[in-house]
């Protein structure tokens, strides 16, 4: 299947400073990528759809404020969590899907905000 | 968003064959049924996904029920590496959102 990369795999920050985390397609365009957030022994939940070039659309309690989307290429999506606190650590996963195609996931990036 | 309903977990022993169901009563014409499974600190592996027909990859089969009400992941010959949380999710074609539920978790014996 198609590859998708995570950047950085695990990122210790300090509360109140802001964390970008990337989600690359290596090797397909990527018309949509979807974010998600996973909690410790818990499913993935959908935080927000992302299309290139247009405004990321953002689930029903998800603060868009707090998780900047961007789509700026085929194969690039970024989120950035602002103003971290504890509460925000969490497993964020990316996936990306080519038009009429699968949805291919990351390996995820593990956010602790101390 | 379609639900559906799996049991919390199953088990199995190697080489034995494993079958996974999943139930999606409110599942509406367009939907399409996916699989995917999660091994601890990855993300989702995409294992098999259909419409209405029955479907087989080098992973896994796809048993679908005529009325599309439930379906049966089918693992043939279990192996240790197959042991992972096994998701069942109904995708949207409109939105194409994939909405995770529990899912199930399979452990394989030796």
């Known amino acids: 299947g198609a590859v998708v990369s995570q950047h950085p795999s695990r990122v210790i920050c300090k509360s109140g400073t802001s964390v970008k985390i990337e989600c690359r397609s290596l090797d397909f365009q990527a018309t949509t990528m979807f974010w998600y957030r996973q909690f410790p022994k818990q499913s993935l939940m959908l935080m927000a759809t992302s299309n290139e070039g247009s405004k990321a659309t953002y ?15 085929l194969t690039l999506s970024t989120l950035t969590v602002t103003s971290a606190h504890p509460e925000d650590s969490s497993f964020y996963i990316c996936s990306a899907r080519q038009f009429g195609n699968e949805q291919f996931f990351g390996p995820g990036t593990r956010l602790t905000v101390l | 968003d379609a639900k559906t309903t ?30 995917y499974r999660q091994l601890p ?21 796809l048993a679908i029920a005529e009325d599309r009400k439930s379906s ?7 192996t240790l590496r197959d042991a992972a949380v096994y998701y069942c999710i109904l995708r949207d074609v409109t939105t194409d959102k994939l909405i995770f539920g529990t899912g199930t978790r399979l452990q394989v014996f030796p």
């Not at chain 1, 029903?60 to 998780?67: A, C, N, P, R, T």
């Not at chain 2, 977990?9 to 996916?34: A, K, R």
């Not at chain 2, 049966?72 to 279990?78: D, E, N, Q, S």
Request: proline share 5%.
């Open chain 1, 59 to 73: 689930e029903q309690g998800v603060e868009k404020d707090k998780f900047l989307i961007n789509h700026a290429s």
């Open chain 2, 6 to 35: 799996q049991p919390n977990s199953m088990e199995s022993n190697e080489e034995e064959p494993v079958h996974l169901p999943c139930n999606h009563s409110t599942i509406s014409g367009t939907d399409y049924i996916h699989w």
């Open chain 2, 41 to 61: 600190s990855q993300g989702p592996e995409y294992v098999i996904h259909g419409l209405t027909s029955n479907v087989n990859n080098r992973m896994a089969s």
């Open chain 2, 72 to 78: 049966t992941l089918i693992l043939h010959r279990a």
